[in-house]
C-alpha cells in the first residue's frame, strides 16, 4: 500500500459533489448571519445603535459591543487583542463592527443597513514603517492575554512599550559583530515581499449551536482542537462542554488556524437560542486575515574563498490589526533567515509589528517564503559581486547532510548539494538558454534553495486510534483536517499497510473534538510528520493486539501468527478478520482498540524551544523570458525539488510540491494586496490575480526525492511547503541573469522590471 | 460522590423539553416513512402492488418484496426469520407488507391506502397449544440463519424438526426422576403468565440516512452495537460503514433491543437517496413487539421436613411470528424456573414456539418474572398442602448466601433468609391484617422470593473511555443507553469519585457507534455492573495517568501525589487539573486518555456457557383487599426488597426498584394483550391498561439493601429487574390468603377471581 498511487478516497466524493463541507450542513431553524464591516481603517466607535435592525421582521439576533455575550470579548491564539464585534475601535477597513442572525440571508444584509455606527477617525498606519515612527498612534493601546512563548538557547525576546511592535524575537549564536569584522566583504540588501491573500477556493464558514449548556460548532478549520481551547477560553466554558466538528475543508494555507467566523456564529446563535451559519464571501474572507508582508535586511560577511563567515539580519513583518499567528511567523523568520548555510556567526532581529491592515496569520511556509527570498537574492547579489559562479557560492556554503542547522537542533537531512547540482543540471546550469533569443526577449536562468525546520510548534502530545472491529473491518480515527492535501489516503495508506488490508477495508473517522483523539493542529507540513507516527503506532498496537488474541487461542507464541493479505496467517491456517475477531471475542462482537501517542517534550538547548521534527527542503531551478520593451516576465520553465523522505503517496506529494511551486508562482508574479487611502482595493476574486493553467511555465517539472530519514512513517517527511520557498528568488535571479537588473521586491511587476531596466540603461 | 443522592443531569433538560430525543433530529430534506401492516394473522401474499403509491405526488419510494434492497433480506438478533417488507407470507396481524417514504407525513399515510395486496389466507395458530398441535400448520417453513448458543454443562439443545418449536433448551442437573422417587410428596401445578406490551412512553423511531457509501442511524435503541452489527449484517456492509447515533430513550424494557424501524428506514433512506424518518405510533408499537405469553408446569419432589429433592419443569414461550431474542428469554427461563432453592435433582425444558401473534422479545426480566410467577405460587400451595407456614417452607429450602445456586456458577451473593425475614415482618407476617375486614371486603397477605442471574448474556468485552481534557475538564464516553434509568449520572458519579471532581466538571458524550467505545448492549441490569467496572477502570487509568505525569513533572514518586478535592496535591502544593495539565502538557493542551476494558470469558462449566456476573434479587410481601362479591382485587400494601450492592445513587436505585415493582403490578393486576379472531383488540392507549398512580397500593415501601460484593464499581450490582419478579405471586398468595382461591393465571381480573371464588363455595 505504501508507496503505490493509491487514487485518493475522498476524490469521487469531491467531483461528484458529494463530499460534505461546512456549508453543506443544515439545520432545522438554522439562522443566517452577516457581519457588518468597518469602511474605516481605524476609528473610534463613538456611538453604535443596533436596534433598527434588531426591529427588522426575520431578524433573530443583532450583536454590538453593547449586548457582547462575556466580559472578556477578546480572543486570539497568541495576544488576546480581537474582540467578537469592535469594542472600542476599528483598527481596520473591514473590522467588523456588528453582526446579525436572520431567518433569510436577503434579510439580515438588510439588516445591516439599518445598525447605525458613529465613528471618530484615527490617523491611518498602512505600513510597517509608518506605524514605526517615532510618536506614531498605537493600533492597541493596550495588549491583553498575551502568551509568552518559552524559548531555549540563542532564542530571546525583547519587550517594547509604548509603540507598534508586538514581538521582538531575536536569534544569536557567535559573536556576529567580531564574526563581521573578520569577513573580507560585507555585503547588505533589502527586500520586501508582499502580503497575499491565502485564496483557499472555500472562504471562511461556520454553523454554531449554542444549546445553554454546551456549544457545537461546524467549522471550516485547520486546527479543530486549537478552535475548541480558543472557544472555550472565549465564551468562558469549560472544554468538554465545547465540541468542534470538521467536514471536508476546501483549502487552508494557515488561513484557517483560529477563530475566523466562529466567534460570531457563536455569539450570534447564543442570543438567538437557534443555530447560526455565518459564511463569508470571497471580499470578506480577503478583508478577514492574509500573509503578511515583510521587509529583510540583511547583512552579509564573506571571506575570500567565498565561505560565509557572519550574518545579521532584520525582519520587519507586518502583522496588520491583529496578531494570530504571526508570533511564530516571526520567530521562524528569525530562525530561518540564515538560510542552509554553514554561518559561524548569526544574529536575527525579528519585528512583528502592528498597522491598520488586514490581520496577518500563518501562511503556508510560515515566513520561510519572505526569508527565503531575501537570502537567496541576497547570494546571488554577493555571488555577483564577488566574481563566483551562483551555484559554486552555494556549494561552498551548504550545510552537508548530518551537518547541525544550529547547535542542538537536529540535523540537516538532506543532500542538498547533491539535489541542487540535480536541480542546476535539469534547467541546463551554465548551458545558455534552451530556446532563441529574439529581438526584445531576453532569456535567463536561476537557482535557489532553501529550507525550513518542518512538522511545526511544540504539539506536546498527538494522539491517534485504530479500531478492528467485530467483522475485520477498520476504523481510523485522527485529528488531521483534510483540507485538500489528501491526508485521510495517506495515514489510511499507512494503516492498511500495517495491517495487510486494501484501502477499502479502512474507514476514515469524521473528525470531532468530542470524540476523536487530540491533535494540535493541521498546520506546518505536520500531519504526516507528526501524526503519521501517532497512526503507525494506533495500526502497530492493533495489529499486535489482534496477533496476541489469536496467539492466546491457539496457545502458541506471537511469533508464529503474523498478517498477510488481509488475513492473520498461523501455520497451514488461515482466517480473515472477521473469523479472527469471532475466534476472539466469540459472537458478540468486541473490538481491539489500538491506540497511538507521540509526545513532543521541549528543549532547552534550542532557539525555539523545541526540536524541528524535520528539515523540508525546497530547491527550485527557473529559467524567464524577460520582455525588455515592457518589464513583462514569462517562466517558461520551473524545475521543483523537494524530499519526502518516504513517498506514502507519491502521486499525492507531487501533487503537493506543483501545488507550493504554482503558490511560490502567484507570490513571485503576480499576488499583492494593494491598499489605496487605507482600504484594501483589489478584495475581488477579478483584480486579485492568482496564476491560471495558462500561467504556469510550459515546462514544469516536480522531482520529490526519498532520502528517508525522517520522523514520519517509513521516514516520511512532510512536503507541503518546501515549493513554495525558491520560487521568488530563483525567478528574480533568472531575471538578473537575463536582463542584469536586480528586482528587490515581488511580485516581479512588469512595470517594476521595466523601470529597473531603463535605470540600469540609463547608469 | 458515590452513594449521594446526585441530582440526575438529565432531569432539567427532560422536565424542560430541552432533552433530545430521536424524534427532535430533523435533516434537511428528511422524509417521513409509515409502513402497511398486515390485517390478516396468518396468509400467504399472492400479488402485491406499490405502483398505485409511487405514482402520488411528493411520494419519494415505495418498498415492497418486489424492489427489496439485498438479495437476503431476513433479520433477527438469534434467527434470521423477519424480512424488511413481508416475503412470502404474513405470519401476524400487523406484519409489515409494505413501507412508503413520503415529504409529508399525510403524503405517505394516504400512500399506504394505494398499495394493492392480494391475499391467501392460512389457518391461525393464535396459542402454543395450536401451533403444537399435531400436524399444525408452520409459521415459518424453512428457518434460515440460526444462531447456535454454545451450552456449557447441565444445558442442553434438543434439535426439533417439522414443527413450530424455535427453540428447545433443557437444563439438567441431578437425578430428576431417581429424586422424585426418592420425595415423600410430589406436586404438579401449571400456570399462565401473560402477553404484555412494553409500553414505553416513546414507540419505537429510526431516523437513517443511506449515502451510497455509508448508513447513519439515528434510533431509539438499547443496544446500539448490536445493532450496528444486525444492519451490517443485512445490508451486507461492513460495520466500518454503519453508524448508529442514539439520543435519549425513552424508555426500552427490552422492546428496544434489536433491529425495529430501521430497517424499514434504511431500505427506503437507500432507495429514496434522502434520509428518511420512520416513527410507530402506540397502535404501531403494539403491533411491532412484545413480552411473550408462558405456561409453566412445575412438579416437585417434597420430603416430609418440606425440603426439596427434585424439581421437574416444563416452560412453554409463545414467540409470536418472529424470534427477536427469545430463545434467550427461554434459556433462561430455564435456568430460573427452579429458584433460589437448594434442590439436588433438577430437570427443566424450555420450548419456545412461533404462533401468529405479535413477535415476543426480551422484557424487564428476561422470563424470570414468568417462573417466579410458578414456583413462588407452586410453593405456597405445597406449603398449604404439607400445612407448613409457606414462610417457613420458603426459609428451610433457600439457598444460604456463598451457596451454588448452580455447580460452577458465581455464588448466592444475598442473604436471602434474612431478607425474606425483613420483608415478611413489613409485612406483618402472621399476625393479620392491619386494616378490619368489612362486609364483603376480605384481607389477606403473601410474599414471594426471586432470584434471576442478573448481567446478561456474555459480554466479552466492555470498553469505556475517559478523558481528562487540557483545562482539566473530563469526558467520559460509554456505550450504555440511558433510557431512563439513569445511567449517565450513575456513571458520571463514580468517575467524579474516582477523580475527586463535582459532578459539574464531568461530561458525558453523545453515544455514537462510529466513536464511543464498544459495549455489547443495554439490557439485563448490566449497564452499572458491567459497563460500571469498564468505566471505574477508565477512570483509575486516567486519574493515574495524571498523578504520574505530575510526579515525573517533578521527579518524585507517584506515591507522594494524590488527587483531593478536585485538585492534584502534592505536599504542600496543590494544582487545579488545568494547572496539572499545563504542567504535563504545556500551553498547547493535549489530553489524559484513560481505558478500561473488561473481557467476560466464556465458560463451558456452567448450563449458559457462561457466568452469572451477580445475583439479582426480588423479595416481595403484599397485602391484598378481596372483593368477594366481584372479585375485584386491590393491592393495598406492598414492600420490595433489593440488594444493590453498593448505592451509587440512593434516589435513583429506589426510583428503579418502584418501577420495576409497578411494573409486576401492571402484569398482576391489568395487563395482557387480548387477540380477537387472530387480531390484538387493545393495542391502544386505553384499551390496555397499565398502573396509574391511584393504583398503587396505598402503602408502597421501596427497601435497597446494600449486601456489597457485586461486581460492579464499590461492589454495585445491577438491580432494573428484581422488583418486578415477585409481585405476581406474592399477590396471588395474598389472595389465596384472603378468600383461599388459588389463582394461577395473571392478570387478576376480577371475573376470575369470583368465579374461582363461586367454584370454591359450590365445593
Chains 1, 2 share one sequence.
Not at 484615527?122 to 493600533?139: C, D, H, R, S, Y
Amino acid at each position: 500500500m505504501v508507496g503505490q498511487r493509491v487514487e485518493r478516497i475522498d476524490a469521487q466524493e469531491k467531483v461528484t459533489g458529494r463530499g460534505v463541507y461546512t456549508g453543506d450542513i443544515k439545520m432545522p431553524g438554522m439562522l443566517y448571519g452577516k457581519v457588518l464591516r468597518s469602511p474605516l481603517a481605524h476609528a473610534r466607535i463613538r456611538r453604535i445603535d443596533g436596534r433598527g435592525a434588531a426591529a427588522l421582521p426575520g431578524v433573530r439576533a443583532v450583536l454590538t459591543r453593547e449586548n457582547l455575550p462575556v466580559a472578556f470579548p477578546y480572543y486570539g491564539s497568541h495576544v488576546k487583542d480581537q474582540a467578537i464585534v469592535a469594542v472600542d475601535k476599528v483598527r481596520y477597513a473591514g473590522d467588523v463592527v456588528a453582526a446579525v442572525a436572520a431567518v433569510e440571508k436577503e434579510i439580515a444584509e438588510n439588516a445591516l443597513s439599518k445598525v447605525e455606527v458613529e465613528y471618530e477617525e484615527l490617523a491611518v498606519m498602512e505600513t510597517v514603517e509608518e506605524a514605526l515612527k517615532e510618536g506614531a498612534p498605537l493600533v492597541h493601546e493596550e495588549i491583553r492575554g498575551r502568551r509568552e512563548p518559552k524559548y531555549g538557547r540563542g532564542g530571546s525576546y525583547i519587550m517594547h512599550e509604548g509603540n507598534n511592535i508586538c514581538l521582538h524575537f531575536r536569534y544569536e549564536r557567535g559573536e556576529v559583530e567580531g564574526g563581521l569584522a573578520e569577513a573580507e566583504f560585507v555585503f547588505e540588501d533589502t527586500f520586501y515581499f508582499p502580503s497575499a491573500q491565502h485564496y483557499p477556493l472555500e472562504p471562511h464558514i461556520s454553523l454554531a449551536n449554542f444549546d445553554g449548556h454546551s456549544l457545537t460548532v461546524w467549522s471550516s478549520a485547520q486546527s479543530p482542537f486549537a478552535l475548541r481551547h480558543e472557544l472555550s477560553q472565549l465564551f468562558a466554558m469549560p472544554i468538554n462542554r465545547v465540541r468542534v466538528i470538521i467536514s471536508y475543508v476546501g483549502g487552508g494555507f494557515g488561513a484557517k488556524d483560529g477563530i475566523r467566523a466562529e466567534a460570531v456564529a457563536a455569539a450570534l446563535s447564543r442570543q438567538a437560542g437557534r443555530p447560526v451559519q455565518v459564511a463569508f464571501d470571497a471580499d470578506g474572507a480577503f478583508k478577514t486575515i492574509c500573509q503578511s508582508r515583510a521587509m529583510v535586511k540583511i547583512k552579509t560577511g564573506v571571506k575570500k574563498d567565498g565561505s560565509f563567515i557572519a550574518r545579521k539580519s532584520e525582519v520587519y513583518l507586518d502583522a496588520g490589526a491583529y496578531a494570530n499567528n504571526s508570533p511564530i511567523v516571526c520567530q521562524k523568520a528569525a530562525y530561518r533567515v540564515h538560510g542552509p548555510y554553514r554561518i559561524p556567526h548569526v544574529l536575527s532581529d525579528a519585528y512583528l509589528v502592528y498597522t491598520n491592515t488586514v490581520p496577518g496569520n500563518s501562511y503556508r511556509g510560515f515566513g520561510a517564503p519572505h526569508v527565503a527570498f531575501a537570502y537567496e537574492s541576497h547570494l546571488d547579489m554577493m555571488a555577483d559581486r564577488l566574481r563566483i559562479d551562483p551555484l559554486e557560492l552555494r556549494l561552498t556554503n551548504l550545510l552537508e547532510k548530518g551537518e547541525e542547522y544550529a547547535p542542538g537542533d537536529t540535523l540537516m537531512d538532506c543532500d542538498l548539494k547533491g539535489r541542487l547540482r540535480e536541480v542546476a543540471e535539469a534547467i541546463g546550469w551554465g548551458k545558455g538558454g534552451e530556446g532563441i533569443e529574439r529581438g526584445r526577449i531576453r532569456r535567463g536562468k536561476g537557482i535557489a534553495c532553501a529550507v525550513k525546520d518542518g512538522g511545526g510548534g511544540p504539539p506536546k502530545s498527538v494522539h491517534s486510534m485504530v479500531k478492528i472491529l467485530g467483522d475485520g473491518s477498520v476504523l481510523l480515527s485522527f485529528g488531521s483536517v483534510e483540507m485538500g492535501q489528501g491526508i485521510r489516503t495517506a495515514l489510511l495508506q499507512v494503516v492498511a499497510e500495517e495491517l495487510s488490508v486494501s484501502a477499502e477495508n479502512v474507514r476514515v473517522a469524521e473528525l470531532d473534538t468530542q470524540y476523536t483523539p487530540f491533535d494540535r493542529g493541521t498546520n506546518a507540513s505536520s500531519a504526516i510528520s507528526v501524526m503519521g507516527q501517532a497512526v503507525l503506532k494506533s495500526a502497530r498496537d492493533a495489529r499486535g493486539q489482534l496477533i496476541s488474541a489469536v496467539a492466546r487461542v491457539f496457545g502458541v507464541g506471537e511469533e508464529l501468527v503474523r498478517l498477510e493479505g488481509g488475513r492473520v496467517v498461523f501455520g497451514r491456517q488461515s482466517f480473515s478478520f472477521g473469523e479472527a475477531m469471532k475466534l476472539c471475542f466469540g459472537e458478540t462482537e468486541g473490538e481491539v482498540v489500538g491506540r497511538g501517542l507521540v509526545m513532543f517534550t521541549p528543549s532547552d538547548q534550542v532557539p525555539l524551544g523545541y526540536l524541528s521534527p524535520f528539515w523540508e527542503i525546497g530547491i527550485g531551478g527557473a529559467e524567464v523570458e524577460v520582455d525588455e520593451m515592457t518589464g513583462e516576465v514569462k517562466v517558461v520553465k520551473y524545475v521543483s525539488l523537494t524530499d519526502a523522505g518516504k513517498m506514502i503517496n507519491p502521486l499525492q506529494c507531487r501533487g503537493q510540491n506543483e501545488g507550493a511551486a504554482v503558490f511560490g508562482l502567484g507570490l513571485s508574479l503576480f499576488e499583492d494586496l494593494v491598499y489605496e487611502s487605507g482600504k484594501l482595493s483589489n478584495s475581488n476574486l477579478v483584480d486579485y490575480r492568482i496564476p491560471r493553467f495558462r500561467d504556469l511555465p510550459r515546462e514544469f517539472r516536480t522531482t520529490v526525492v526519498e532520502e528517508g530519514g525522517g520522523p514520519g512513517p517509513y521516514g516520511a517527511k512532510g512536503l507541503g511547503e518546501g515549493g513554495v520557498l525558491s520560487v521568488a528568488p530563483a525567478v528574480c535571479n533568472a531575471v538578473y541573469d537575463a536582463v542584469g537588473v536586480r528586482i528587490r521586491e515581488v511580485p516581479l511587476k512588469g512595470e517594476n522590471v521595466w523601470k529597473a531596466i531603463l535605470a540600469r540603461r540609463e547608469k
